[in-house]
């Protein structure tokens, strides 16, 4: 059974046919998945969905392009929303340089508020970064001396630096669809080296949908495709990388272990 550590079912390519993806998504043998919010402003839409399907959690934070129109969100603000018994993890917050549709100050204020409330609720911050590798690890470097969090390193497409640097602080690395694209050969090292007690996979659906369904939205179930590569990739058997990465799920993910 697998896990789809990170999804995004509030967008409108999933919800149009919604019903359809949860069964492609069982039939995959896809058991849970995590629903992630890039806007608390819009966290009752993703709380919806989660307490519609019984194996949909959710997380709740703001997406570092949306970091400038949510600085009015506090710390206890998240801590308080957290609290929804569906509510697994703290994110997606974090660094993208490569957009730059946050103004930097902005991106990092956010990041190091989730940062806070990952650290004081004890649930996993869900990190996307993107052409930021040096500021994210200096931050999880300096953050962590003020107190350990929880964390992975979501759709990791970075070098081996970051992989390393946060392995260090006790994180997380989850490879999405991007791991089985021809061009990403550092990402497949990194897939084929990272401990096998730090591994998740995930979609981050409607995007980057992995081979053999490239250029296709991307959807929950598709999340075998990447399993089997890594598996691949690693000379593990599917039913073992299936296995390993479900039960560091559930130890990351704590709230939603079963
Ligand atoms: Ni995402």
């Not at 509030?10 to 019903?19: K, R, T, Y």
């Not at 069964?23 to 519609?52: H, L, P, W, Y």
């Not at 993890?89 to 806070?116: K, V």
């Amino acid at each position: 059974m697998l896990v789809d550590s990170h999804c995004h079912l509030d967008f409108d390519s999933l919800q149009s046919d919604i019903e359809g993806v949860m069964a492609r998504a069982r039939e995959a043998g896809v058991e849970r998945m995590v629903t992630i919010s890039t806007r608390i402003k819009r966290f009752d839409e993703i709380t919806a969905i989660a307490e519609r399907f019984e194996n949909v959690y959710c997380s709740v934070g703001t997406h570092p392009h949306n970091a400038h129109e949510e600085l009015d969100i506090d710390v206890e603000e998240i801590v308080r929303l957290s609290a929804h018994p569906k509510c697994v993890a703290i994110g997606e917050a974090g660094l993208d340089y490569h957009y730059d549709n946050s103004p930097r100050d902005a991106q990092e204020t956010g990041f190091r508020r989730h940062i806070a409330a990952a650290r004081e609720t004890g649930l996993p911050l869900v990190i996307h970064a993107r052409e930021a590798d040096d500021d994210v690890a200096a931050i999880l470097e300096e953050e962590t001396g003020k107190g350990a969090f929880p964390f992975v390193l979501h759709c990791f497409s970075s070098g081996p630096e970051l992989a390393k640097r946060g392995l260090a602080l006790g994180g997380y690395v989850s490879f999405s669809g991007i791991v089985t694209f021809n061009s990403a050969k550092a990402v497949q090292e990194v897939a084929r080296t990272v401990p096998a007690d730090r591994m998740l996979v995930e979609t981050d659906a409607p995007y980057l949908a992995p081979v053999p369904h490239r250029g296709q939205s991307n959807e929950p179930g598709f999340v075998r495709n990447t399993a089997e590569f890594v598996a691949k990739l690693r000379d593990m058997a599917f039913e073992e990388l299936a296995e390993t990465t479900t039960a560091n799920f559930d130890r990351l993910f704590a709230k939603a272990a079963r």
